[in-house]
């Protein structure tokens, strides 16, 4: 079975150091790994995605993520963090050796940027 | 260009009603999915269609619950004789074939 951890409820760092927002993951097949935002009342925007290729992937506002297949690991970290990326994040992987798109997703973490 | 948007934005309705929660995907977008979020957690697949077809349902939490896409564009997920179990937001999001999924602004559903 497809499940995604996201250890920290909440994540706080001062704005301008670097953030770490960790994801672990166990799927049977090829893991395709998500990153997601959720700003209050508002749906998902996708941030990236690790599919195939190099480890480290870079995506939308300066994120990047790091996939790891030893430690089945895809953490989302930007150098220096801004106030307007205090938001919830989620995590999400998805069996890419299987037909179906359904993605698992962890239970979100909040990051606290504070000026 | 038009992103995913999903009608109603809130509705609030009386345990035992029927309701239905309407998904428009991105233009071309092949692949559409409903998922489920309660207060405080992810989203929780239900249903993806590939085309008209239900390619997977295996989230349907029960028979209460049913999704159709008739002309492989716009979706319908119906809901009847809802419980106050069901109150939650009804994420729409859609995908060419199985790629990254782009997500609409939900339906807040209140059971009361």
């Known amino acids: 079975a497809q499940s995604v951890a996201q250890p920290e409820d909440q994540v706080n760092v001062a704005e301008g150091n670097p953030l770490t927002v960790k994801c672990t993951y166990s799927?049977?097949?090829?893991?395709?790994l998500f990153w997601y935002v959720q700003y209050p009342n508002r749906g998902l925007q996708f941030l990236l995605k690790?599919?195939?290729?190099?480890?480290l992937v870079k995506g939308s506002y300066g994120f990047e993520a790091e996939f790891n297949k030893s430690q089945t690991s895809f953490h989302l970290k930007k150098p220096s963090a801004l106030v307007s990326d205090s938001a919830l994040y989620f995590c999400?992987?998805?069996?890419?050796?299987?037909?179906?798109?359904?993605?698992?997703f962890g239970q979100g973490t909040t990051l606290q940027v504070k000026p | 260009g038009a992103g995913v948007s999903q009608t109603p934005s809130n509705k609030v309705t009386e345990k035992g009603k029927y309701v239905e929660l309407r998904c428009d995907p991105i233009?071309?977008?092949?692949?559409l999915y409903w998922y489920r979020q309660s207060l405080g957690q992810g989203p929780e697949f239900l249903i993806y269609?590939?085309?008209?077809?239900?390619?997977?349902d295996s989230g349907l939490p029960n028979d209460r619950f049913f999704a159709v896409r008739p002309e492989g564009s716009v979706s319908t997920l119906k809901i009847q004789r809802t419980e106050r179990g069901d109150s939650a937001v009804y994420l729409c999001?859609?995908?060419?074939?199985?790629?990254?999924?782009?997500f609409g602004p939900g339906t807040r559903l209140t059971v009361l």
């Open positions: 690790y599919i195939t290729g190099d480890n």
């Open positions: 999001a859609s995908s060419k074939d199985t790629d990254t999924q782009y």
């Open positions: 799927v049977s097949g090829n893991p395709y």
């Open positions: 999400a992987v998805r069996d890419g050796s299987s037909n179906t798109g359904k993605l698992i």
């Open positions: 269609f590939q085309g008209t077809g239900a390619a997977d």
């Open positions: 233009s071309g977008h092949t692949a």
